[in-house]
């Protein structure tokens, strides 16, 4: 029984065995699932669905969330287009100005929510519509496709069988187990998400980590993005508009809390390994394409619906 229940508490041995049947399940339903090709291919979109998710997940931990994150993403995208393409900067220089961009960014939301008290919803909503303005009225519809080559190494190469992208992914996310688990700065932000009131009466600037937080959700989704330019080879200003249920779908289904104060690095990678799956899965299986919306939201609403269950059977255990 004592097993049964660390199984049942346990968020990251769920979230595992999940992905497990998963990957099993398709194996034998098609024969081609694992294909070398397919195979990286699916890491490639799984380590670009886990650093989508990691932006929105640093803000879900403290207790907001990043409507913006896809907009943020079509930012850092045409800056890295326009500074390879327009000024003539070398990729690690435009991806450099793309990272900024995106820290940027993620500051004025932190700044407003912050230092005006609005809340994170309604100020990333509106920073989401002024963002994207911005993409479009910059590149004016237009995409940079003079990319360079080596530009590409990262989205487009494999090492041992799996995408570049993929070893990138894991080591983000090695740092980021570390920072929550092992650091001063991590474990505030935790404690913020956790309960505001009792963390800033505890003596932890509230606002610093919120206003940290944004930052660093901004320079992930512009990571994602500078990662996005090197595997498609061009500069797209319609980046991004399809992150935001991504971001949130992985984070959830991962085990980010969504009233903050729990994130799992292990969980991330998991989350993404089940969404990607699922989506590779329907297309390999002639599933109708059209339903993908809805099986995603399914899949967000279980997520929740067991993530309920979970603290339920907690809360009967410690009567």
């Given at each position: 029984m004592g097993n049964l229940d660390s199984l049942v508490r346990n968020k990251d041995a769920g979230i595992a065995f999940s992905a497990l049947l998963l990957f099993v399940g398709f194996s034998l339903s098609s024969e081609s699932f694992l294909s070398a090709y397919n195979l990286f291919n699916i890491s490639r979109i799984i380590a670009f669905s886990a650093f989508v998710a990691l932006a929105q997940a640093v803000?879900?931990?403290a207790g907001g969330m990043n409507l913006s994150v896809g907009a943020i993403g079509g930012l850092a995208t045409i800056a890295t287009g326009y500074g390879i393409q327009v000024l003539g900067l070398p990729g690690w220089?435009?991806?450099s100005l793309?990272?900024?961009i995106g820290c940027t960014a993620g500051l004025l939301n932190g700044l407003i929510i912050t230092r005006l008290k609005i809340n994170s919803f309604v100020t990333t909503l509106a920073t989401l519509f002024v963002f994207t303005g911005l993409v479009h009225g910059f590149s004016e519809g237009y995409a940079y496709t003079e990319i360079p080559r080596g530009f590409t190494f990262l989205g487009r190469q494999k090492f041992l069988g799996l995408s570049n992208l993929f070893w990138v992914m894991a080591l983000v996310l090695l740092v980021t187990h570390y920072m929550f688990r092992h650091t001063?700065?991590?474990r505030r932000l935790l404690a913020t998400g956790g309960n505001l009131e009792a963390a800033r009466l505890s003596g932890i600037n509230t606002n610093r980590m919120l206003l940290s937080s944004h930052i660093l959700s901004g320079g992930l989704a512009a990571l994602a993005?500078?990662?996005w330019v090197s595997r498609m080879g061009s500069a797209q200003p319609a980046t991004g508009k399809d992150w935001l249920i991504t971001s949130f779908a992985v984070a959830i289904v991962g085990g980010?809390?969504?009233a903050g104060g729990s994130i799992s690095a292990l969980g991330l990678l998991m989350g993404a390994f089940i969404i990607v799956l699922i989506k590779n899965g329907l297309v390999l299986l002639e599933a109708n394409v059209y339903y993908?919306?809805?099986f995603l939201g399914s899949i967000i609403l279980l997520a929740v619906v067991v993530s309920r269950l979970r603290d339920m059977y907690d809360e009967r255990l410690k009567r």
């Open positions: 803000v879900l931990v220089l435009a991806g793309a990272l900024a001063v700065f991590g993005a500078v990662l980010t809390g969504l993908e919306q809805a």
